[in-house]
């Protein structure tokens, strides 16, 4: 999207990730996995979430460039769970066959 | 606030996941940041206050009117994730979509879109002239794609067709 003429920002709980696969601007948060822009029904919260990684488009200087966005989650992270309806497809296919959860560590995916 | 992201920082976001998981992510963010790449950069073309702006989201939200996403596909091959994409109107609302998407909890954006995709509170910093504008159109795809030619090749220049011909100046990316 970058290279076609649109300037683009990546929010992001894993920014170090983001910016390692070449993202333009990530705006980091150190918020759980699943919830970038904060709780359910916190409007307020995401609000001033999405501002602050919006502003990013204007505040990044250089390409690559990571801006922490200065929220903190008010539980502790660990205590913050997904749940699943079912367990992946994938993680269901390692369980019964674990000499493949090896490939896919390395990345190598069959066609 | 610039800065580095610290070890500490990184486990934190970790924490809600399984050991495997866990291992799996950090595995592959060490393999991909040994790659060296060229960055691509546009830079802001007008203040934040007068850009049109569009979201997408990797969460596999679709309007209820919609087609799904390809559940069926990927648990026949697990390797395999639908790499297509859906177009979600500016004013559309939690009661309009599903989230089909195997790796995530989906009462978290079926209860609140704006979790996901927060079109809502979009729509609020237009009000507020923040923004100038939310686009008419933003973008679902979802986001289990192990290799991801075809979402690179088809999906991704059809949103971006789509988002000059809606005048969309810049794009917030929101991952799960």
């Known amino acids: ?111 | 606030m610039s800065g580095r992201w610290t070890d500490d920082d990184r486990e934190a976001a970790l924490l809600g996941l399984d050991v495997a998981t866990r291992r799996l992510v950090r595995s592959w963010a060490e393999r991909d940041a040994a790659q060296v790449r060229e960055i691509p950069w546009t830079p802001l073309a007008k203040p934040l206050r007068e850009c049109t702006i569009a979201l997408v989201s990797s969460s596999g939200i679709a309007r209820r009117d919609d087609r799904p996403f390809d559940q069926e596909g990927e648990r026949r091959n697990p390797w395999w994730g639908d790499p297509s994409f859906r177009v979600i109107p500016r004013e559309t609302t939690t009661a309009d979509v599903r989230v089909w998407h195997l790796h995530v909890d989906p009462s978290l954006a079926e209860s609140d879109l704006d979790c996901a995709l927060p079109l809502a509170r979009l729509r609020e910093l237009e009000a507020a002239g923040e923004i100038g504008a939310s686009a008419p159109s933003h973008y679902s795809f979802m986001g289990y794609i192990l290799k991801p030619r075809e979402l690179l090749e088809r999906s991704v220049p059809a949103m971006i067709a789509r988002m000059r011909a809606e005048g969309v100046d810049a794009v917030l990316l929101v991952p799960v």
């Not at chain 1, 269901?92 to 490939?103: E, I």
């Not at chain 1, 560590?105 to 069959?110: E, M, Q, R, S, T």
């Open chain 1, 1 to 111: 999207m970058e290279t076609a003429g649109l300037s683009t920002v990546s929010l992001s709980t894993l920014p170090d990730f983001t910016q390692s696969v070449g993202a333009p601007r990530v705006a980091g948060i150190r918020f759980p996995m699943g919830r970038p822009l904060g709780s359910p029904g916190d409007a307020d919260g995401q609000r001033a979430v999405l501002a602050a990684a919006l502003r990013v488009l204007e505040t990044a200087r250089a390409p690559g460039e990571l801006v922490r966005l200065p929220f903190q989650w008010p539980e502790p992270l660990e205590s913050v769970r997904n749940e699943l309806p079912e367990p992946t497809p994938i993680g269901q296919l390692v369980r019964k066959r674990p000499w493949l959860y090896l490939r896919f560590l390395k990345g190598d995916i069959p066609d």
